[in-house]
């Protein structure tokens, strides 16, 4: 077949460790080491002030506006003339919107006036944008945002959802019913793998001979981590060896290590804010237990990341979870929000080796459906159907 050349349309895309910014990036370099041409429209930030490259593949960056208690986005603005002469000039047979932003629409705009296909990817829901703003204005705010989630997708060729959650929750709001397909995100089990971790241990300062709870994601509010720091001091009178490795970034850093500090568990937790990828693969082989107290995940994307690193998990069965969907003889699963659930459930697992290395084994097991070379497959099929 002969090779694409593809837009992917990213406000914030860069470095930042968020689900769909790696995601972006991790099919990015998939696609353009089967031949095909990537290049990304986004917006300036601190680090990238103007076009660049990311990973090897060109990054058009526009005027932007910061996006408050978002962990470091910018929303891009470009106007629609500039939009379409990177569209012409790189000759783009299909636009791939990563995110519904401000760069989407614009760019939305000028792939119809192209006569250029667009495929939307369902990355956002109401708990993820709006978990930081009051209950009572929450349910107003999710009905607002899902009408625009409609409009929007109604302009797409074709939605791909993370998992079949998200097209159950989300294709329903569409006005106009699109062709749709789910594709995993996916994970590179070359690389995340049982491995050894060297020196992790000395370079970040952790005790030996610990029982270690793994969290890695966003310190943002639907991600739920002050669940798995009350449940610490259960976990610290059942297993004083326990200690809970929290790993990522995001505003709520500093009221998370205050609220350890009035709990008097400073011993007991750790942060290690953003690690490099290397790195990450060390902490999910430094776990006994990963742990994702996430209210909200339209996927999952630590998870599976864990599971291929072959580690036992525990989630929450939120309704608006999906990787409670990876979990059955491989984890355990607790009511959203409720410490002492969590810890009854640590106290499971940390005291049972033998169920712990069984669930290891079925994670690892299940980690090989979801390779993201699989997804990489979909995604440039759905691709070539459009054209």
């Known amino acids: 077949m002969t090779a694409l050349n593809i837009a992917m349309i990213c406000d914030p895309i860069g470095d930042y460790k968020a689900g769909v910014l790696v995601s972006a990036t991790r099919f990015g370099k998939l696609l353009k080491a089967r031949g095909h041409k990537i290049v990304f429209i986004g917006a300036r930030d601190k680090l990238n002030k103007k076009d660049n490259f990311h990973h090897g593949m060109k990054?058009?960056?526009?005027?932007?506006?910061?996006?408050?208690?978002?962990?470091?986005?910018?929303?891009?603005?470009?106007?629609?003339?500039?939009?379409?002469?990177?569209?012409?000039?790189?000759?783009?047979?299909?636009?791939?919107?990563?995110?519904?932003?401000?760069?989407?629409?614009?760019?939305?705009?000028a792939a119809r006036s192209l006569g250029i296909k667009i495929v939307a990817h369902s990355h956002s829901q109401p708990e993820n944008v709006f978990s930081g703003v009051p209950k009572w204005s929450q349910s107003i705010l999710a009905k607002i945002w899902n009408k625009y989630l409609s409009w929007l997708y109604s302009k797409a060729d074709s939605i791909i959802y993370p998992s079949e959650m998200a097209r159950e929750i989300l294709h329903h709001i569409c006005e106009a019913k699109k062709p749709s397909i789910v594709i995993s995100n996916g994970i590179n089990t070359e690389e995340f793998k049982p491995a050894d971790i060297g020196d992790f241990y000395e370079r970040f300062g952790i005790s030996r001979n610990c029982s270690y709870l793994i969290y890695v994601g966003r310190l943002f509010p639907e991600k739920s981590v002050p669940t798995l720091i009350r449940a610490m001091p259960v976990v610290k009178n059942q297993h004083p060896k326990g200690l809970a490795i929290i790993v990522g970034g995001g505003y709520l850093r500093p009221k998370l290590e205050k609220l350890a500090a009035s709990l008097n568990i400073q011993g007991q937790v750790k942060f290690l804010g953003q690690l490099s990828d290397e790195d990450l693969v060390?902490?999910?082989?430094?776990?006994?237990?990963?742990?994702?107290?996430?209210?909200?995940?339209?996927?999952?994307?630590?998870?599976?990341?864990?599971?291929?690193?072959?580690?036992?998990?525990?989630?929450?069965?939120?309704?608006?979870?999906?990787?409670?969907?990876?979990?059955?003889?491989?984890?355990?699963?607790?009511?959203?929000?409720?410490?002492?659930?969590?810890?009854?459930?640590?106290?499971?697992?940390?005291?049972n080796e033998k169920l712990r290395i069984e669930m290891s084994a079925a994670s690892l097991k299940k980690s090989k459906q979801y390779d993201i070379h699989q997804s990489v497959a979909k995604l440039e099929n759905l691709y070539y159907s459009l054209k």
């Open 59 to 109: 990054a058009y960056r526009f005027r932007s506006m910061f996006l408050p208690k978002s962990g470091g986005w910018y929303l891009a603005f470009p106007t629609v003339s500039e939009v379409k002469k990177i569209l012409t000039a790189e000759k783009i047979d299909v636009i791939h919107i990563w995110l519904p932003m401000s760069g989407a629409l614009v760019a939305i705009k």
């Open 282 to 351: 060390k902490a999910f082989n430094l776990a006994d237990i990963f742990i994702s107290p996430s209210l909200a995940e339209l996927e999952g994307m630590t998870v599976l990341e864990a599971m291929a690193c072959g580690k036992p998990i525990i989630t929450t069965s939120a309704e608006m979870n999906a990787a409670r969907f990876f979990v059955d003889d491989n984890g355990l699963l607790f009511e959203p929000e409720n410490a002492v659930a969590l810890a009854e459930k640590i106290d499971i697992l940390l005291s």
